[in-house]
């Protein structure tokens, strides 16, 4: 069985740029969760989807969005990029959201914003 | 909201014992898991308790106390492939359920 994956691996943008990153979970999985990694907040929520709908929504601006598709791959796209967007994005996913439900997790996209 | 501390950094010796403790508040527990995380890799899962216990798992175990917020990981035997960080996290019961991450231990093995 296939696990997580996300692309591209690593991506390098400028300031004021858009950036569009794509997650593909297991297949059967339907909840996929999209993280922001940075070496002093660690993982930061950033949304969760389930069935095509946003169910979790964690605190950030609106430059950053995210959809599901029917096939439940994912998409998240940051809008007018930030030096301080630069991290590591990763994406989760699992069958359902809930109990004992464990996360897989992909390896995740690193953005450099320059 | 939720608010998940452990420490930041620890170092231990192969072949000891470590505990890697994480405190947190929630507004609504449903689950604490921990995950390891080598440098440039995606976490992995370690263990989840919803139950206050230990649940043990080879060199690994969890703890859970649930009237304290508390929680800690236990690694036996210590290998220099533990080096790496591990991660304690919630899930929430309110809303649909997310899992919200503390900031990481990051260990250090040393011979």
């Known amino acids: 069985k296939a696990g997580v994956t996300q692309t591209p691996r690593y991506l390098i943008k400028t300031r004021g740029q858009q950036v569009t990153l794509s997650c593909s979970p297991i297949?059967?999985?339907?909840?996929v969760s999209w993280y922001q990694q940075t070496p002093g907040q660690g993982l930061q929520f950033l949304f969760e989807?389930?069935?095509?709908?946003?169910?979790n929504k964690g605190n950030f601006p609106g430059r950053f969005s995210g959809r599901q598709f029917s096939n439940s791959r994912s998409e998240m796209n940051v809008s007018t990029l930030e030096l301080g967007d630069s991290a590591l994005y990763l994406c989760?996913?699992?069958?359902?959201?809930?109990?004992?439900?464990?996360?897989?997790f992909g390896s995740g996209t690193q953005l450099s914003v320059l | 909201g939720q608010n998940i501390d452990q420490p930041t950094e620890m170092t231990a010796t192969e072949g000891a014992i470590v505990q890697i403790n994480c405190t947190y508040q929630?507004?609504?527990?449903?689950?604490l898991f921990w995950y390891q995380q080598h440098a440039g890799e995606a976490p992995t899962f370690l263990s989840y308790?919803?139950?206050?216990g230990l649940e043990e798992k080879g060199r690994f175990s969890s703890f859970l106390s649930r009237s304290k917020g508390y929680s800690y990981l236990l690694l036996k035997e210590l290998q220099m492939k533990d080096s790496a960080s591990y991660l304690c996290?919630?899930?929430?019961?309110?809303?649909?359920?997310?899992?919200?991450f503390g900031t990481g231990t990051k260990l250090q093995v040393i011979p």
């Open positions: 989760a996913s699992s069958r359902e959201a809930g109990g004992e439900e464990k996360l897989f």
């Open positions: 297949s059967g999985h339907r909840s």
């Open positions: 989807y389930f069935s095509e709908t946003q169910r």
């Open positions: 929630t507004s609504g527990f449903n689950g």
């Open positions: 308790n919803v139950l206050d």
């Open positions: 996290a919630v899930r929430d019961q309110s809303g649909y359920q997310k899992v919200t």
